[in-house]
């Protein structure tokens, strides 16, 4: 049997070391419509921050016949590869619809260049029934080819934890599945074959699609449930985080904590599954119920910050300057997607503070452009409040007491630091 040439289209969080970790293997071509992100990749940048430059120098620089890493932007370079693999972004649109359009442009630029026995895989996190009806039609169209008879279709959802070092891809068992027996088998074998961790093939695409769906809705409710007892309890003058640490004595409780819930995934993926459950006639309660107590938080971390600082001065709060340390969606990443962090900038904003945001992980390029905010290169000496937003390792480093002593406000969104320094929390 002739070793695979795989294309992996999409060169982000989840394509980039998917890429490399194929390329150990097979010869694989990375492509991205993105000319600025190929180029840092030929130059071992990821600005990411998940792979080190000398794994991606080391994957591109021994590209061979069978195995390595090429870097491409032509669409063209791809046509003798036998195996694509679709890594795109599946976004929300208006009003928190999905947003297919990367997905369509994937699917028919290769369908474009598709050829009879080829297979494409998809691992963009989609609603149940997207691949079969939205993506293969597309396939046929721009191929010319006829699905299930001339070219077969795999799903197998990513399961990439951003910032999370101790979790390579390689050790993360991977959901496989096909559109025939044959191409089942054929993708589950692909994916064994690098996956350390096991592989599980689903009976279905749509089984497949739905476990990915469902993983993280979960997470989304359970993370809800913890936020809305962070609102109760707010009310009730009764600090949530001691609540949790009693009952967590017992054996069966479960450790979800309250926070903002942002990023590509649990934030959004909920949206997905509702969307296609309302298709079908039915109106999901717990899950737009976690997300609406999900989306609240940012604001009421502000307001909460807002209060505290009327108190200490009276009301007189325009122009109090107020550091927000964290912009990435989550603790030790780059990644800014969906961030929730930008709701208690806005919220503080528009109370007329002066609002300084600080993460030195995420591309202050890229936040400029998305949110239209500058970060800062460092902290100042001294400011009326502190919002601890992100959990970074690095900001452990902060002298809070120091700054507690030179009269800031100190709240913490994410319940880790020392309860006697913390004017209020999560």
């Given at each position: 049997m002739r070793q695979p040439v795989i294309g992996i289209i999409g060169l982000g969080y989840v394509g980039l070391p998917l890429a490399l970790a194929f390329a150990k293997q097979y010869a694989v071509k990375g492509y991205d419509i993105n000319a600025e992100r190929i180029g840092e990749l030929r130059q071992g940048l990821d600005q990411t921050h998940e792979i080190a430059p000398e794994q991606i120098t080391a994957a591109t620089a021994t590209s061979t016949g069978s195995?390595?890493?090429?870097?491409?932007?032509?669409?063209?370079?791809l046509k003798d590869c036998t195996i694509y693999i679709i890594t795109v972004p599946t976004p929300l649109g208006k009003e928190n619809q999905p947003d297919l359009t990367y997905l369509v442009r994937a699917s028919s630029s290769i369908g474009s260049i598709l050829k009879k026995e080829d297979l494409v895989i998809y691992e963009s996190t989609v609603y149940p029934g997207c691949t079969e009806e939205v993506c293969v039609p597309v396939l046929e169209i721009?191929?010319?080819?006829?699905?299930?008879?001339?070219?077969?279709?795999?799903?197998?959802?990513?399961?990439?934890?951003?910032?999370?070092?101790?979790?390579p891809?390689?050790?993360?068992?991977k959901i496989t599945s096909g559109s025939t027996l044959r191409s089942?088998?054929?993708?589950?074998?692909?994916?064994?074959?690098?996956?350390t961790a096991g592989t599980y093939k689903a009976p279905s695409i749509k089984v497949a699609e739905a476990a990915k769906a469902i993983e993280n809705a979960q997470r989304d409710v359970n993370i809800s449930f913890m936020n809305e007892l962070a609102l109760i309890f707010d009310r009730l003058n009764i600090d949530t985080q001691e609540v949790l640490k009693a009952a967590s004595t017992k054996w069966n409780f479960l450790p979800f904590k309250p926070g903002l819930v942002g990023g590509h995934c649990i934030g959004v993926d909920p949206h997905y599954l509702a969307y296609?459950?309302?298709?079908?006639?039915?109106?999901?309660?717990?899950?737009?119920?976690?997300?609406?107590?999900?989306?609240?938080?940012?604001?009421?971390?502000?307001?909460?910050?807002i209060a505290l600082l009327a108190k200490k001065f009276l009301g007189q709060i325009g122009g109090k300057t107020v550091l927000i340390l964290g912009f990435a969606f989550k603790e030790n990443c780059a990644d800014t997607r969906n961030t929730k962090v930008i709701d208690i900038y806005t919220t503080l904003n528009a109370a007329g503070l002066a609002v300084s945001v600080f993460d030195p992980l995420v591309h202050a390029a890229t936040v400029?452009?998305?949110?239209?905010?500058?970060?800062?290169?460092?902290?100042?000496?001294?400011?009326?409040?502190?919002?601890?937003?992100?959990?970074?390792?690095?900001?452990?480093q902060i002298d809070f007491t120091g700054y507690k002593e030179r009269g800031a406000i100190i709240y913490d969104a994410k319940g880790v630091l020392p309860v006697e320094l913390v004017a209020g929390r999560l």
């Amino acid at each position: 049997m002739r070793q695979p040439v795989i294309g992996i289209i999409g060169l982000g969080y989840v394509g980039l070391p998917l890429a490399l970790a194929f390329a150990k293997q097979y010869a694989v071509k990375g492509y991205d419509i993105n000319a600025e992100r190929i180029g840092e990749l030929r130059q071992g940048l990821d600005q990411t921050h998940e792979i080190a430059p000398e794994q991606i120098t080391a994957a591109t620089a021994t590209s061979t016949g069978s195995s390595g890493l090429q870097l491409t932007t032509d669409l063209q370079t791809l046509k003798d590869c036998t195996i694509y693999i679709i890594t795109v972004p599946t976004p929300l649109g208006k009003e928190n619809q999905p947003d297919l359009t990367y997905l369509v442009r994937a699917s028919s630029s290769i369908g474009s260049i598709l050829k009879k026995e080829d297979l494409v895989i998809y691992e963009s996190t989609v609603y149940p029934g997207c691949t079969e009806e939205v993506c293969v039609p597309v396939l046929e169209i721009f191929s010319k080819l006829t699905y299930n008879k001339d070219f077969f279709v795999g799903y197998s959802p990513e399961r990439i934890n951003p910032g999370d070092k101790t979790r390579p891809i390689t050790s993360i068992q991977k959901i496989t599945s096909g559109s025939t027996l044959r191409s089942a088998q054929k993708v589950d074998q692909l994916y064994a074959s690098i996956i350390t961790a096991g592989t599980y093939k689903a009976p279905s695409i749509k089984v497949a699609e739905a476990a990915k769906a469902i993983e993280n809705a979960q997470r989304d409710v359970n993370i809800s449930f913890m936020n809305e007892l962070a609102l109760i309890f707010d009310r009730l003058n009764i600090d949530t985080q001691e609540v949790l640490k009693a009952a967590s004595t017992k054996w069966n409780f479960l450790p979800f904590k309250p926070g903002l819930v942002g990023g590509h995934c649990i934030g959004v993926d909920p949206h997905y599954l509702a969307y296609k459950a309302m298709q079908a006639g039915y109106t999901p309660q717990v899950i737009l119920s976690g997300r609406n107590v999900n989306e609240q938080m940012g604001v009421f971390v502000g307001e909460k910050v807002i209060a505290l600082l009327a108190k200490k001065f009276l009301g007189q709060i325009g122009g109090k300057t107020v550091l927000i340390l964290g912009f990435a969606f989550k603790e030790n990443c780059a990644d800014t997607r969906n961030t929730k962090v930008i709701d208690i900038y806005t919220t503080l904003n528009a109370a007329g503070l002066a609002v300084s945001v600080f993460d030195p992980l995420v591309h202050a390029a890229t936040v400029q452009k998305e949110y239209g905010l500058s970060l800062v290169t460092a902290p100042a000496q001294a400011y009326d409040a502190i919002v601890l937003a992100v959990g970074h390792d690095g900001f452990q480093q902060i002298d809070f007491t120091g700054y507690k002593e030179r009269g800031a406000i100190i709240y913490d969104a994410k319940g880790v630091l020392p309860v006697e320094l913390v004017a209020g929390r999560l």
